[in-house]
Structure formats: C-alpha cells, structure tokens
C-alpha cells in the first residue's frame, strides 16, 4: 500500500512543482496550498492503517534521513572522530563529541549513504570490525571524561564478508556490547531505521532505547528470515507479521522504551516535525538519567538486558 501513498505524494509534488511557475502568484499559492492539504490528508489516512512490511519500506527508503543527518539536526559543536587507531578509519560508523543542550555528550551512528556512491563508501550502513573498535574507543573515551553516549542505529547488520571475518566480527561485536554494558555515563540508543542483528546491538545497550515509529529492529531481514523458515524469500511481508519488528511490538514487548511519533515522509525536507520530536524524548531521558550516579546507570542497565526472556 505504501509504494502506492507515494506515487500519489510525487504526482501531487509534481503538481505543485508547476504551480510554482505560474505567473500569477496568488493563484499559485492558493492552489499550493489546495494541494498540500490534499498531501497532509493522505498521509494522515495512510498513517492509521500501515502494515508491518509498510513500515519495512518507510524504514528502508532511501531519502530517509541518515545518521549524519539526526546528528547535525540536534547537536552542536560538531566534532568527528576517526580511526579505531588499529587498522583504518570505517565510514560506515560515524563518532564524535558534541554539545547538546549545553552538556558535552559523545554520539556514534551507522551511517548509510544517500545515493550509490555514498552507499559503497559506507558499505551500506554495515560496518567492519574497525567501525565498532572506533566506536568502543569513544565510549572509553566518553566514560574517562564523564559524557553521556547517545547513538543513532540505521544498518541491515555488520558486514558478513571473508575480510571483516578475518578481522575478528564477532569479537569486536561482543566486544562492543560487553563495553556498553560496563560503562559508568548516561547511554540513550536510538533506532532511526533499520535496527538488524548484532551489528543493531552493538550500539543499541541503553539505559534508555528509542524508536523512530516507522523503524524496524530484528534479529534479521524479513527476507532473510523467510528464505529460512520457507525457503523463499519473496515471501519477506508475510515474515514480517511473524517478526514482530515494528516499534510499537517492540514497546509492547518491553524491548524497547519509548517510539517518537513520525509523520509519513519520503524527503528528508518533509522530516522536520520528527526530528524536533526526537529531539524533545531524547532531552527527556537525559535529563533523568543525569540524576544517577556512574554505577546506577550501570546497574540498571546491565539488569535491564539480563531480564529479557526472564
């Protein structure tokens, strides 16, 4: 249903594209207007009744905001790290510090691309051993200077390939949960779009994990897992009812802690509104975990993913 929501939204942005050159400039921003309300109706409509492989598509789609683009909308200050000062800088996690509401706080993201050229340099959001060695050396560095952590996951998982094999996956992936785990600073995790497999996890050992509403977080693809149970992955929407990825099943499980409302978009210019949504929740959470002290914050956490499945 969704693919058809937005053929709809393009031929109306199209529409409104003309208008634009019209001579006369009152008519022009009457009919607009005409057509912008028509726009917010049927996102409105579309919203109440989105399947689960809908939200697959919206998590997906490729003028979805990216990791980058969260991170220059709600902080200041801006300063990126590179390096995991052992092997090679990966582009497919970005890290840094920055200033948030005047409290130093190191971010780290998986960062996807806008197009193909950006996609192969970041590997298409999935990150090589070196991406999550350079994130746990800024959360030690986050922990040795007392900054909270907040981190932005977008990626289908970590990068399966013989070299990233080679080079200890697995071990920088655990690695990297056991760091979240110990560490004595404010940790908020934030699902921007796809939340995949352990290469999600290892970024995603909050106190506090948020959703985008339109996000999706899972042990794996939709396609992956029905190519498993059914042999054919072109059955990936029927999966995703079983899946149970979507961030309202993973509130109501109490996988996750809170889901920032989104409206329907397929531009990153439409996304203003989420983003100031996001920032709101995000600003919530930190300033109730800045009450705690370093071995509360860490207790609570290591407690609260000890009791999943309990």
Known sequence: MIKNIEKQINKLNSQIDEFKKMEDSDLADNLILEVENKKKEILEDAAKDLAAYDRVYLARHIARPKAKDFIYNLFNNIIEFKGDRLFKDDKSIIGGIASYYGVPVTFIGTNKGKDTKENIETNFGM???????KAIRLMEQANKFHRPII??????GAYPGIGAEERGQGEAIAR??????????????????????????????????????NAIYSILSPEGFSSILWKDSSKAAEATEYMKLTSNDLLEMGIIDRVVK????????????NF????????????????????????????????FGV
């Open 127 to 133: 990150a090589s051993p070196e991406g999550y060695r």
């Open 151 to 156: 981190t932005f996951i977008d990626t289908p």
């Open 176 to 213: 990297a949960i056991m760091t979240m785990t110990s560490l004595k600073v404010p940790v908020i995790s934030v699902i921007t779009g796809e939340g995949g497999s352990g290469g999600a996890l290892a970024l995603a050992v909050g106190n506090k994990v948020i959703m985008m509403e």
């Open 262 to 273: 989104e409206d329907i978009s397929f531009s990153q210019e439409d996304y203003g509104e």
């Open 276 to 307: 100031k949504r996001l920032d709101k929740v995000i600003k919530e959470e930190l300033t109730g975990l800045l009450k705690y002290t370093g071995l509360e914050l860490q207790t609570k956490r290591e407690n609260k993913f000890r009791g």
